[in-house]
């Protein structure tokens, strides 16, 4: 009951009320009256505390912000996204935070749409691993309306798209030029090849082509006889690589942009009765275990359990308001694997605890 009632209840008591002149009435009047008093101020403190608690007034406590980390992965097939995801989740579970991981199947319309979704469940922040450059280009433009920052992995988005926090990947320059100056050299420092191209246009095709290009201009007596696309898949590559073979019966060696396709150029020779030298870049477990048998030669291992760890390890950072220091830019460094270090380094320093599963 609001203040000014009670002021009127005690005006209407103190003229209206007949005067009595028993000691007990007025004893009763005056108990009345108390009774009144005090029930005014019962009700009135009773009012002022809903209306603070529903107004959210000062001393309500503010709820727990959500942990939560959005993840957007372009697919769960390739055993690089596996072995990232993997990361992530274990990372995630042990510094306590919740993650909510969508995986596109390689489609990047559907790409943007999960990261929409994944915007309006109050994600505290990203981590996007694209399909392609132009879906993470939106997706990294509707982060930034909601205010969420975005921690990129592997796949870059287009240049001047967005704000990125950071952007961790494979120095794929570096990789493949060191692994293209080892081949060189293996096969003599001259002789035919063929290169197989990943997806054209992604971070890691443009990358990898311009660090073997590099090794090409060092050494002028190899000679590039065909470059086809293969989009990271071992099937096109097998298939592309009998085209060459046919073509180019003296081709010495294929550089695969990938360990798929690596692995699909060396079955290709050896159905066909050939033997050609093959290298690609990963590290999967199942290149690890073709070079060790001399199927492929060599493949330059990455790292994306660690990734996903490391993102995880940003993310949280920027959500709690300590980003600081982190670079906007975090290349990682591969290891080489051939036939003599094979055996010195485990699949799992690179894929994680579980990389035996992922062959």
């Keep these: 009951m609001p203040h000014h009632h009670c002021i009127v209840i005690a005006w209407l008591n103190k003229n209206f009320y007949p005067t009595v002149k028993s000691l007990r009435q007025e ?64 990372e995630a579970k042990k510094l306590g935070y919740e993650v909510n991981i969508t995986s596109a199947n390689n489609d990047s319309s559907a790409q943007v749409k999960q990261v929409n979704d994944l915007l309006t469940k109050e994600i505290g922040a990203l981590i996007f691993t694209s399909q392609d450059s132009t879906a993470a280009a939106a997706g990294v433009r509707a982060a930034n309306k ?73 050494t002028p007596g190899i000679k590039v006889v065909a470059e086809e696309t293969a989009n990271w898949d071992e099937t096109e590559a097998y298939k592309a690589t009998q085209n060459i073979l046919t073509a180019h019966p003296n081709l010495k060696a294929v550089f695969g942009e990938s360990d798929a396709m690596s692995l699909g150029a060396s079955k290709a020779a050896k159905a066909s009765g050939k033997t050609i030298f093959s290298v690609g870049i990963d590290g999967f477990p199942t290149m690890f275990d073709a070079v060790a048998s001399g199927l492929t030669q060599a493949t330059m291992a990455q790292q994306p359990y660690m990734m996903g760890q490391l993102a995880v390890r940003n993310a949280i950072a920027l959500m709690e308001g300590k980003g600081q220091d982190i670079p906007k830019e975090q290349y990682q460094d591969t290891v080489l694997i ?7 380094h485990k699949v799992e320093d690179f894929y994680g605890p579980d990389a035996q599963s992922f062959k």
């Design 27 to 90: 004893e009763t009047m005056m108990t009345s009256h108390k009774m009144i008093r005090s029930g005014c101020a019962v009700l009135t403190a009773a009012m002022m505390a809903l209306s603070l608690a529903a107004c959210g007034g000062a001393g309500a406590p503010a709820g727990d912000q959500k942990k939560v980390i959005g993840v957007s992965v372009a697919d769960q097939k390739s055993l690089f996204y596996v072995a990232e995801v993997a990361g992530i989740k274990d």
């Design 146 to 218: 909601a205010d969420v920052p975005v921690v990129a992995v592997d796949q870059r988005p287009e240049s001047g798209q967005g704000d990125l926090a950071t952007y961790i990947a494979t120095d794929s320059v570096k990789a493949a030029y060191e692994l293209c100056t080892w081949m060189f050299g293996q096969i003599g420092g001259s002789g035919e090849i063929a290169i197989l191209h990943g997806v054209l246009g992604s971070t890691a095709e443009i990358q990898r082509t311009e660090g073997c290009q590099k090794a090409l201009k060092e």
């Design 338 to 344: 051939n036939k003599d270090t094979v055996t010195k």
